[in-house]
């Protein structure tokens, strides 16, 4: 007969269930394409439809299916009616591994999605984070592709027991050899979570200030005053006391001055009051106090508290200029003069009028 060529045996089988294993696998690899074309089809009008980001994230994920990867599973479903107990362990590893490549490749098209959408809501308000979720995205990316490895490795019969053991070895030593950095990374880490500055922010840390430009996985820069740039290493920057000026509610003022001692009493009780009256008046000012705080050697000492209602500095000078000149012109018109500091008086020849130490 014209068909008996379907009862020949191959590899112990004969053709016919061979064919039949083809098209199982054949029919199950087509209902797949229909329902991730459909799939596709209607997830991604869902999502033009909706504001979740569930469907969105779907979508993706599903664009990330490689066919080829698909095949061998498939292959491997539909020789589970031939008996070749060689081509079913081949079959079954190589389904396996495939599974896991494709596995993969569905997880970092969620990390992605995640990383694309966290980076785009944080980029303008806080740069920082957004840095620091590229760098953990990259981290994510390598923990995920180790872990790939090791089950692909332990599926095609090698004893990872020993290669984890090692790598954990490997990985103290490495650890030590690097605490400096790890410090520095776990400490950015420790920055962009707590957040005690972020990128724009004016600080101060010991004798350097500035405004923060990036922060990096092991640095932050700071841009000075005058212009420079100071890098300083994350780890040593918590470690130290943090000034941020950005973050300050209102700015407290201290207004210290002296007066000659010849400036009579009643225009001295007067001042604190005068002050009072002036600053008072001020919207932009919360008044605290001000008084005559000692009678020093060489003049009498006033001093006035007041908070500036902003942490703006331009205004804090504005008004601290504002209140000196005030005081200048009232102390002009009423002929108030302000102490001088001591200064070693000249003989006639020119030589200092030092004290004479007896012998």
């Not at 664009?63 to 081509?87: A, C, E």
């Not at 396996?96 to 596995?103: P, W």
């Not at 500095?313 to 001088?340: C, P, S, T, W």
């Amino acid at each position: 007969m014209r068909f008996d060529w379907l009862d020949t045996l191959f590899l112990g089988e004969p053709v016919r269930d061979w064919l039949i294993a083809l098209g199982v696998a054949a029919g199950t690899l087509a209902v797949l394409a229909l329902l991730k074309k459909v799939g596709l089809r209607r997830l991604a009008s869902l999502a033009r439809r909706t504001k979740t980001a569930v469907d969105d994230l779907l979508v993706e994920v599903l664009h990330q299916t490689r066919w080829l990867l698909i095949l061998l599973p498939v292959l491997f479903l539909g020789s589970q009616s031939l008996d070749v107990p060689r081509l079913h362990r081949i079959l079954k590893t190589a389904a396996i591994l495939a599974f896991l490549v494709q596995l993969a490749l569905w997880l970092l098209a969620a990390l992605d999605f995640w990383v694309e959408r966290a980076r785009s809501k944080r980029l303008e308000s806080d740069a920082a984070a957004a840095t620091m979720i590229g760098a953990f995205s990259f981290l994510g990316r390598i923990v995920l592709w180790a872990v790939i490895v090791l089950v692909a490795l332990d599926n095609v019969g090698v004893n990872v027991t020993a290669l984890v053991a090692g790598l954990g070895v490997g990985g103290v030593a490495v650890a030590l050899a690097l605490q400096n950095i790890l410090g520095d990374l776990l400490a950015s880490l420790s920055i962009v979570l707590d957040k005690p500055f972020v990128i724009g922010d004016s600080i101060q840390v010991d004798t350097f200030s500035g405004t923060v430009e990036s922060i990096g996985l092991k640095t932050t820069h700071l841009r000075s005053v005058s212009g420079e740039q100071i890098i300083l290493s994350n780890g040593d920057l918590l470690r130290s006391r943090i000034r941020n000026h950005k973050r300050m509610a209102e700015r407290r003022v201290v207004v210290a001055f002296g007066l000659d001692h010849s400036t009579p009493a009643d225009r001295l009780e007067a001042i604190p009051e005068l002050l009072r009256g002036w600053l008072d008046g001020r919207d932009d000012v919360r008044f605290d106090r001000a008084h005559l705080v000692r009678l020093g050697e060489a003049s009498f000492d006033f001093e006035a508290v007041y908070f500036v209602l902003s942490p703006d500095y331009l205004l804090h000078m504005n008004v601290q200029q504002d209140i000196l000149l005030r005081l200048l012109r009232r102390f002009e018109k009423e002929g108030i003069e302000l102490a001088h500091p001591a200064r070693p008086q000249l003989l006639e020849k020119g030589s200092l009028n030092l004290p004479q130490v007896s012998s």
